[in-house]
């Protein structure tokens, strides 16, 4: 009797504890799905399973968002694995050196990185409560770590906005108020970017703080909950082609297994899905791709629904979509998902070792030389990926050589970087620096250039050999060191990090010259732009010194102290041809016509790059606006068809006149030109009038179409670097080309530009758009009156990761006066 009834009373405590976890309706006090659940009331939630269940929920708190929301990661699994999860982690990142033991699967849960699509973080709730209670059996050889969102800034503004605008009943007319968001969407972080695209380059805190974790993990399954438009129904794995060639035929099959194991749930439930199409595996930096490229299984689900979706809506069909139907659909495929891993682990555990096995891969060495604010610059961003990396021995290599595009040799020396691909990352780092990504089909969804090389700025080799690196390098240099009595002190000017040490200055009140033609001071050789910080100039601020000191230290930026202001060859200290930098005052037009995207770069390229103040101006209100106020005016890139009425653009012209600087980006461009506005003029090209003499077969429109299209492409560049706007550049620069937008050379003042022969250096360009962009203006300034207006054609700013691109932008705040 006592041997039966004991079985059965452990049964039952099991059964009782079950019941005492609150299912997310009780705790919240309404059906999931009838309300959006706000971000404070969701960490109220996982707070609570943390306590409740608290042998196996383990809730962390690994940041803040821009605005100071927490960023959760809940890891849930069985209480025995839970007591051990910290010898359960090393021992399975024990497995990217092939030695290990590891015998549990490792599933990482991702929600709601686009905020708006925002059925995400309701679904997580019902799937970490389904986890602890019904399906808790999964939890006995897996740890989920579950991040109930991504972007909580962003899926706030979206609850919040839903709130303040939704009908009472919701009402599922699309037209209503209520599906239509406002200018700033739900779907970006505060600063406007997308992180489903930042994941490589990780300029954003979310990204940043995330990575750090990840990075401890290394999942064996990654998935990324999205949602798309309102008339399509589910997306699951198998993705799309193309597929990176590093991709692993486990990685495809795999896809497939899980997949495969959606379907039977959404079959029987007679639910409508598709995969393979539209969603590739290409650009490295989304939460499938990047997940992948570290080992994961890596995916994105698409529920249909997205911002315009609230409670419920109307679809082309006439059904009503429900949060309830969306929240059902991301539910199974996460607990599916869970499933298929527990059912593998011995599989995943096997494979995941084999991922990491050297691959042996063609290149075994990157070398980059440049200058040191790049490398340093690159040295972070690898730091980040825990990328391991030194510096080279004085020598020569041979290899492949990216400015050249040819086999050549380059000089090594101890500045020189070291990447090499037979490391735990290797598969990473070929991703990342490979001078060309193979395209195994031209249709994709993303940027199919981004080769780090380039996007820096460096001269870089790609070896066939393995090259020696010292890891333990130490920079020698002295930095802010100042001479109490010197005339002047002078600094080069060549990377982002030079732009940063003069807007501090600048704000520090000290004055700064720049030389607009190249110098020899001491023998010490300068070129334009470079930095004058002289005695005279700054003899009213007693605190002159200690502050360049703290400054020039703060930046590492090398001093060198002259005791006169006559130079060895070129103009003295205090010629015309060496002016004092502007401390300007700038303002940004914001809403309306500007991209929220392209607008969110430039803010965060202010605040959280170049440290220097920004005014916002509203499209609302801009009109009523004195511009005179401000030295600068930026227009981001977007839809100006218009936007500039004639008594605006009047406006604008009278004020550039009086020696205002305009700043027009991309879509702003075709905003200040035409008949009305400023000289430059779009390139036109003549169409083909004759009448077509053959029959376009249907399917074959959209590859027609793709002859047109440059779908973020790598091309090479001339440079008149005599000009301000190139202070600090080469004779040649690498342009991210993200269109077919052209314009032609200006009578005066184009500084980058393509001439004939534009074949990409790698990436996609259709043969019509390659023919468009020949002869074109990339950067220029058009002198107007007193003031000037700086066009950028392509965008230096594109997702804050073209680091090269960004001393332009410098310049034409600071250079072109
Ligand atoms: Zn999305």
Redesign the pocket.
Known sequence: MKLFLLPFVFLLTVIVFAQEIKSPSEFLGYELGTQFTRQYEVADYYEYLAKTASDRVHLVEYGKTNERRPLLLAYISSAANMRNLESIRQEHIKSTTGESNASKAIVWLSYN??GN?SVSTEASMKTIYELLTNKSSYLENTVVIIDPCINPDGRARYVNWYNQYKNTPNNVDPNSKEHVEGWLSG?SNHYMFDL?RDWAWLTQVESQQRLKVYNKWLPHVHV?F???GVNSPYYFAPAAEPFHEVITDFQRDFQVTIGKNHAKYFDANGWLYFTKEVFDLFYPSYGDTYPTYNGAIGM?Y?QGG?GRAGLGIKTRIGDTLTLKNRIAHHFTTGISTVEVAAKNVGKLNTEFKKFYKNKNFKYKSYVLNGNRGAINALENLLQKHEIDFGRAYNGTVKGFNYKTRKVSSMKTSEKTLVVSTNQTKGTLVKVLFEPHAKLSDSLTYDITAWSLPYAYGLDAIASENLIKKDESWLDGTEYGVVKPNAYAHVTKWNSMKDARFLAELLQEKIRVRYAETPFVVNGNPFNRGSLIITRGDNQNDKDFQKKLYKISNKHTKELVATSSGFVDSGKDFGSRYVQMVPKIKVAMLSGGPASTLRFGEIWHFFEQQLHYPLTVLDADYIKRIDLSEYDVLILPGGNYNNFFDEKMLKNVKGWVNKGGKLIAMGGAISGVSGEKGFSIKKKEIEKDSTVSTTVQIHKDIQRERVKDAITGAIFKTKVDNTHPLAFGYGNSYHTLKLGNSAYNFLDKGTVVYLEDGTVPVTGFAGSNAQEKVENTMIFGVENHGQGKVVYMVDNPLFRGFWENGKLFFANALFMVN
Do not use: I
Request: aromatic share 0%.
């Open positions: 990185v686009h699509e779907r489903n990324d999205h949602e798309q994105t698409e997205s």
